[in-house]
Each structure stands twice: as structure tokens, then as C-alpha cells.
């Protein structure tokens, strides 16, 4: 592995598909939903919550384990190139990058429309029934409601502190401290009607040279030999379409309440 590029954004956005694109070419290596963050931010936490840190700090040595963090995880990585798709762009996460990245930082940031990305999560639960979501919503005491079980959900999945509402903080972030240097905003949208131009934009800010892909011949995203087990969430939301590059039809019509309530929230597109 010569450099190791990010992938981050919003669920629901397209983060496996594009994995899986990239994954094409023979120079680079893409990682599904990477944990290596959690492990940076736990070993960070060490200064703060480890009484034996506080009463013994050796400095040095958290610092040698952080530094060779990427390097031992992805040492078995052959390829010129790794794509990290990880949760990079939290405050936390993103100064422990601006620290231990190897190289220049370049984050690729999957953005899409708020609302639809809510669409995309109740399509989900409509189909899967043992989605993790509907188990969310069935432990509810239903005497406490006041909502329609739409407008539950959707608060589940806008909840504080939960996935997109920590992108979205992210992003302000981001924004705020003038990082924008380091993300290249890709919307949706773009990655599905837009493919080779998109790609081709990708290619250029991660500065690596383009390849032609097949979008007719796609796989589902492994990284060595391992797949996704969706069953720990309830549905396959990591399975993509395999012959072609298309959003799939969704006509769930959103209550007004929580269109006015969740619109406007494309903050990277107020820059």
C-alpha cells in the first residue's frame, strides 16, 4: 500500500456501490464499513479515561501504536492504493487523521438529499420487517406516542447523536474549520445518473489515474474475501445491483409534517 484515500458520507448514499466500482480497478483496494476509526478513538479516549495513563503517561509509546495504526492493520494490502470507507470526518476522528493519516488527507464525502435518504430508510422498513429500525419502534411503549409511526421513525433516523445527524454535524465541521481542502463533496444523484463523470472527478482529486469500469459487471464489495453479514441490521443494505447503475424506484410519500420539519438541511450546498 503506497497511500491510503477515505470514503465517508451519508448511509444510504451510495458508499458501497462506489466501493464496489473502484474496487474494479486492480490498483487500488477498497475496505466495506471500516472500524479502524473506533480503534484510533479508543487508544485517543487512553489520555483521558485510563487512570494508568494519568498516574504513568508514557507519551511516546500511545504514539508509536497510533502512528503504525494503518500500517499493521492493512499491512497484508497489496495494491498501490487503499480506499478506506470509515467515519473519518467527526471532529474526533477527523483531528486523530490530521495526526496518524500517512499522507495527504483526500475524503471523499457522499452526500443526498435529507429527505430522501429518510425515503430510503422507511422503503427499507416497509420490506424488511426484522429491520433493525422496526425493532426499534416495536420496543416502543405504543401508549406513549403522540406521532404517526412514519413520523416515529423518521425521528429514529434523524435521532441526535445518531448516523446522519453525525455526518450532518460533521459537515458543518468541516466547513466551520476551513477543512474543506481535504473532502470533495460527491452528491448522489450525480454518482448514479452522472457515473463516468463522477468517477472521473473522484480520480482526479484522489490523483490517481483513471480506469475504465463496467458498471454491467459489478460485484457485491468484498475486501479479502469478506462480505457483509446484514444480518446483524435485519435487511441486505449493503447488496447492490450488479448489472447496471440505477436508483431504485422508491414512491414513499413523506407526511408534510416531516418534510417541514427535516427540509433544508443540505448544508454543503450553501458553501
Known amino acids: 500500500m503506497e ?6 458520507g451519508f448511509p444510504r448514499s451510495g458508499n458501497t456501490l462506489l466501493s464496489s466500482i473502484l474496487s474494479q480497478n486492480p490498483k487500488i483496494c477498497t475496505t466495506g464499513h471500516s472500524y479502524v476509526p473506533d480503534i484510533t ?10 487512570a494508568a495513563f494519568k498516574n504513568f503517561p508514557v507519551e511516546q509509546g500511545l504514539e508509536n501504536i497510533l502512528r503504525s495504526v494503518f500500517s499493521n492493520f492493512y499491512q497484508d494490502v497489496e495494491e498501490e492504493f487503499l480506499i478506506e470507507r470509515g467515519d473519518w470526518i467527526t471532529p474526533f476522528n477527523f483531528s486523530s487523521l490530521l495526526k496518524y493519516c500517512p499522507n495527504e488527507i ?10 430522501d435518504i429518510i425515503r430510503s430508510y422507511l422503503k427499507i ?6 429491520f433493525y429500525l422496526n425493532k426499534i ?21 434523524m435521532e441526535r447523536e445518531g448516523y446522519v445527524d453525525s455526518i450532518l454535524y460533521s459537515i458543518n465541521y468541516l466547513i466551520k474549520n476551513n477543512y474543506l481542502n481535504c473532502v470533495k463533496f460527491i452528491e448522489y444523484n450525480n454518482l448514479i445518473n452522472d457515473t463516468n463523470n463522477t468517477l472521473k472527478e473522484i480520480y482526479e482529486f484522489y490523483e490517481i489515474d483513471s480506469y475504465k469500469h463496467n458498471y454491467n459487471l459489478l460485484n457485491q464489495l468484498s475486501y479479502k474475501n469478506i462480505r457483509y453479514n446484514d444480518s446483524v441490521l435485519g435487511a441486505p443494505i449493503h447488496e447492490i445491483i450488479t448489472n447496471c447503475v440505477e436508483n431504485q424506484e422508491n414512491n414513499i ?3 408534510d409534517s416531516i418534510v417541514r420539519k427535516y427540509q433544508d438541511l443540505e448544508i454543503w450546498r450553501k458553501i
Open 125 to 130: 422498513c416497509d420490506t424488511y420487517p426484522d
Open 3 to 8: 497511500k491510503i484515500f477515505f470514503i465517508s
Open 41 to 50: 478513538y479508543n487508544l485517543e479516549s487512553i489520555r483521558y479515561t485510563s
Open 253 to 255: 410519500k413523506l407526511e
Open 106 to 115: 483526500k475524503i471523499v464525502i457522499l452526500v443526498r438529499d435529507i429527505l
Open 137 to 157: 419502534y416495536n420496543s416502543i411503549d405504543k401508549t406513549t406516542l403522540y406521532q404517526s409511526e412514519m413520523s416515529v421513525k423518521a425521528d429514529l433516523i
